[in-house]
């Protein structure tokens, strides 16, 4: 049978079937298209070759439903079906059973279920390139991926294509990684090799595989549908190839209940962890290729219907035995108890804690490092460590990603992480890299009192800074939303690995530093140290005259009472605050008694009647004398120059648009000032 390339159409059958698929979790997109509706063009059948095709992807390593795969496809088999079981990837890390052999393991468990192709997916490189090579030499399967080359000699790192024949058609397949895997996984990893663009190489693939007379060709991609991807990057950047019949895909966890047609193509994707698996039944004739995708959720546990195939079961036992000798290897030792007690990290730093996050530092090199109390599951008694007790501490299979987050959304993550104090919360803030002290006692949303970096700097809240977390908060987990930035983005290995590491490098547990998390409930704040009064110096007044100077704010005219002095015009802070309300650029003025300075607060509308636009009476030439008046803005003290004046403080525009970021110019026509707070400020 060859493949009539202008007539042949693929007939996509969206029908409900006797299997009931599983709703998504949250978190998951979940897609299901209008059932019953059928595209299908051609002439009446024949020479009808049928085929089943049965898919998985992002399995992380949760392979307790592979021996319900094994027997579901075993039984398809028996009654005489052909059958190509294929991995979308992501499958080879995640889990105790997987990291401790490095992959090991969930290859011979894949060999034991059947599975006939493969594309590596970010994660299957946690290892690095080199492991996953060695990996393939153990694969009883077709490990696919047209667009991972060599940096340096730009040959194919893997089996780019394959072509399988069922009852003398012709079926061609190929696989795609995703070119995210470079930020996806630890840069490391994948040092000296390139992730080319999909669709360039699918293309490629396409041609070469209708050369060679294939029927159907089948793209097993890890790329996803996830809207952040870059569109040139999804899977259904290959759905649109001509001669491109079924996407098998993975990556963004998406569960599409009965696939997606795009252009004559259908992408499946299951979901994630085995909570389903795919089944397309094809039909090939010399006319068409139709295509029926399904969704069949894995069953927890044997029934009369569907029991776990033996020999897979078997293959899962051994390995897990094996691991147990693993897991009992001693990583260090500890001459006190590491707290891991749920009332204690849910609710202050504990010893465990601040190793784990000294730990996730060392891994990636950011500046801070912050993972949730409620991920923290165990204690260490004093003794021996094992690498069981840190699966035991951290069971999950969480991995560390770091962001790129500024420092007043830091500041908003720390104050949730302490606004169910002082009750214990999963939410509580774990943190390295930095010593916050928080007042349990104040208004939920204004607790934290400081932030002060390991050089001793305060936390700057203009600053942007590189945080390690994990990667179940980077996804707004326990309600850190204010971390799920795709600024900077890039995954690292998992967070035990991390933490077993650390341990297992020699650090000495004993000088292990608390005091990253502080609560200073009813402590008194320290006396500012009080500076010898400097000898005064004898000031020289300045000559300042009167004037109407007219400003135009976003092209209003305001009038305002200003002084001319040396050249430069001087306003009342207030007046400013008050024309500038409600433009996107306004700013509250207050007294602040205590630190005694002028404290304009960005973003808030001043609160003034205008009373401050009237004249103060005399309007003659005045003295100025030049003042060292403090001005803070949001906190952090800025270089205004400032004139004192009848009891007031005059201010340059410039030297507030420079601070605040609004345009100042002259606008010589109209002979006027000119602000357009829509502008950057400019010299």
């Known amino acids: 049978?060859?493949?009539?390339?202008?007539?042949?159409?693929?007939?996509?059958?969206?029908?409900?079937?006797?299997?009931?698929?599983?709703?998504?979790?949250?978190?998951?997109?979940?897609?299901?298209?209008?059932?019953g509706t059928v595209l299908e063009v051609g002439e009446e059948e024949s020479s009808e070759v049928n085929f089943t095709i049965v898919h998985?992807?992002?399995?992380?390593?949760?392979?307790?439903?592979?021996?319900?795969?094994?027997?579901?496809?075993?039984?398809?088999?028996?009654?005489?079906?052909?059958?190509?079981?294929?991995?979308?990837g992501d499958v080879l890390h995640g889990q105790t059973i997987a990291t401790i052999s490095q992959g090991k393991a969930i290859v011979d468990i894949?060999?034991?279920?059947?599975?006939?192709?493969?594309?590596?997916?970010?994660?299957?490189?946690?290892?690095?390139?080199?492991?996953?090579?060695?990996?393939?030499?153990?694969?009883?399967?077709?490990?696919?991926?047209?667009?991972?080359?060599?940096?340096?000699?730009?040959?194919?790192?893997?089996?780019?294509?394959?072509?399988?024949?069922?009852?003398?058609?012709?079926?061609?397949?190929?696989?795609?990684?995703?070119?995210?895997?470079?930020?996806?996984?630890?840069?490391?990893?994948?040092?000296g090799y390139d992730f080319t663009a999909p669709v360039a190489a699918?293309?490629?693939?396409?041609?070469?595989?209708?050369?060679?007379?294939?029927?159907?060709?089948?793209?097993?991609?890890?790329?996803?549908?996830?809207?952040?991807?870059?569109?040139?990057?999804?899977?259904?950047?290959?759905?649109?190839?001509?001669?491109?019949?079924?996407?098998?895909?993975?990556?963004?966890?998406?569960?599409?209940?009965?696939?997606?047609?795009?252009?004559?193509?259908?992408?499946?994707?299951?979901?994630?962890?085995?909570?389903?698996?795919?089944?397309?039944?094809?039909?090939?004739?010399?006319?068409t290729i139709k295509v029926t995708p399904k969704l069949i959720e894995t069953p927890e546990e044997d029934s009369d219907n569907w029991k776990a195939d033996k020999t897979v079961l078997d293959v899962i036992a051994r390995a897990e035995k094996a691991?147990?000798?693993?897991?009992?290897?001693?990583?260090?030792?500890?001459?006190?108890?590491?707290?891991?007690?749920?009332?204690?990290?849910?609710?202050?730093?504990?010893?465990?804690?601040?190793?784990?996050?000294?730990?996730?530092?060392?891994?990636?090199?950011?500046?801070?490092?912050i993972t949730n109390g409620g991920g923290i599951r165990a204690s260490i008694e004093a003794g021996d460590i094992t690498k069981g007790d840190i699966l035991t501490v951290l069971p999950f299979g969480n991995f560390i990603c770091t962001v790129d987050v500024k420092g007043s959304e830091f500041i908003k993550a720390l104050e949730h992480g302490v606004s169910s104090q002082p009750e214990v919360a999963a939410h509580f803030s774990q943190v390295g890299g930095i010593k916050v002290k928080f007042d349990s006692s104040k208004a939920v949303g204004s607790r934290i009192v400081s932030v002060t970096m390991a050089d001793g700097t305060e936390l700057d809240p203009a600053k942007t800074y590189k945080v390690a977390t994990n990667d179940f908060m980077a996804a707004g987990g326990d309600n850190y939303t204010m971390l799920g930035t795709k600024a900077g983005y890039m995954e690292f290995g998992a967070l035990d690995e991390a933490l077993i590491d650390y341990i297992a490098s020699g650090v000495d547990i004993s000088k292990v530093e608390l005091g990253s998390m502080v609560d200073v409930k009813g402590e008194a704040p320290a006396p500012a140290p009080v500076a010898p009064a400097p000898e005064p110096t004898p000031v020289k007044a300045m000559v300042a005259e009167p004037t109407a100077a007219t400003v135009y704010i976003n092209g209003k005219s305001v009038a305002f009472q200003a002084y001319y002095i040396d050249g430069s015009n001087y306003f009342k802070l207030r007046?400013?605050?008050?024309?500038?309300?409600?433009?996107?650029?306004?700013?509250?003025?207050?007294?602040?008694?205590?630190?005694?300075l002028i404290d304009m607060l960005a973003g808030k509308a001043y609160t003034s009647d205008g009373s401050e636009l009237k004249s103060n009476g005399d309007n003659g030439v005045k003295a100025a004398v030049s003042t060292s008046a403090v001005?803070?803005?949001?906190?952090?003290?800025?270089?205004?120059?400032?004139?004192?004046?009848?009891?007031?403080?005059?201010?340059?525009?410039?030297?507030?648009?420079?601070?605040?970021?609004?345009?100042?110019?002259?606008?010589?026509?109209?002979?006027?000032?000119?602000?357009?707070?829509?502008?950057?400020?400019?010299e």
């Open 1 to 35: 049978m060859k493949k009539k390339l202008l007539a042949m159409m693929t007939a996509i059958v969206l029908a409900f079937t006797m299997f009931v698929p599983v709703m998504a979790e949250e978190g998951t997109a979940t897609e299901t298209p209008e059932s």
């Open 56 to 88: 998985t992807n992002d399995v992380h390593a949760r392979i307790a439903g592979e021996a319900y795969v094994a027997s579901y496809v075993k039984g398809l088999k028996d009654s005489g079906e052909n059958v190509l079981l294929i991995s979308a």
């Open 110 to 191: 894949m060999n034991a279920v059947g599975y006939d192709f493969m594309v590596p997916g970010n994660h299957d490189f946690n290892y690095g390139i080199a492991r996953l090579t060695e990996l393939e030499k153990s694969m009883n399967f077709k490990l696919l991926a047209a667009n991972v080359v060599s940096a340096a000699t730009k040959a194919n790192v893997y089996t780019t294509c394959a072509v399988t024949e069922i009852d003398g058609l012709k079926v061609g397949l190929f696989g795609l990684a995703t070119p995210e895997t470079v930020t996806k996984t630890n840069p490391k990893n994948v040092a």
């Open 202 to 287: 699918a293309i490629e693939m396409v041609d070469l595989l209708e050369e060679q007379g294939c029927d159907v060709i089948i793209a097993i991609t890890h790329l996803g549908l996830d809207n952040e991807t870059a569109v040139k990057e999804r899977s259904t950047a290959i759905a649109e190839i001509p001669g491109v019949n079924i996407v098998i895909d993975g990556h963004s966890h998406t569960v599409l209940e009965r696939g997606r047609v795009v252009k004559n193509a259908v992408i499946a994707q299951t979901g994630e962890y085995l909570n389903n698996i795919g089944v397309i039944n094809v039909s090939v004739t010399e006319e």
């Open 323 to 369: 691991n147990l000798a693993i897991t009992s290897q001693v990583i260090g030792k500890t001459p006190v108890k590491l707290d891991g007690e749920r009332a204690d990290v849910r609710a202050k730093e504990t010893n465990l804690s601040a190793l784990l996050t000294a730990a996730m530092l060392k891994a990636t090199g950011a500046d801070i490092s």
């Open 575 to 596: 007046d400013i605050a008050f024309a500038l309300n409600d433009t996107g650029k306004q700013f509250e003025v207050t007294w602040d008694a205590e630190k005694s």
């Open 631 to 682: 001005v803070a803005l949001d906190g952090t003290v800025i270089e205004v120059e400032c004139y004192h004046i009848d009891g007031f403080n005059y201010f340059k525009l410039r030297d507030l648009g420079r601070n605040i970021n609004f345009g100042v110019n002259w606008d010589a026509a109209a002979s006027a000032i000119s602000v357009v707070t829509a502008e950057s400020y400019a």
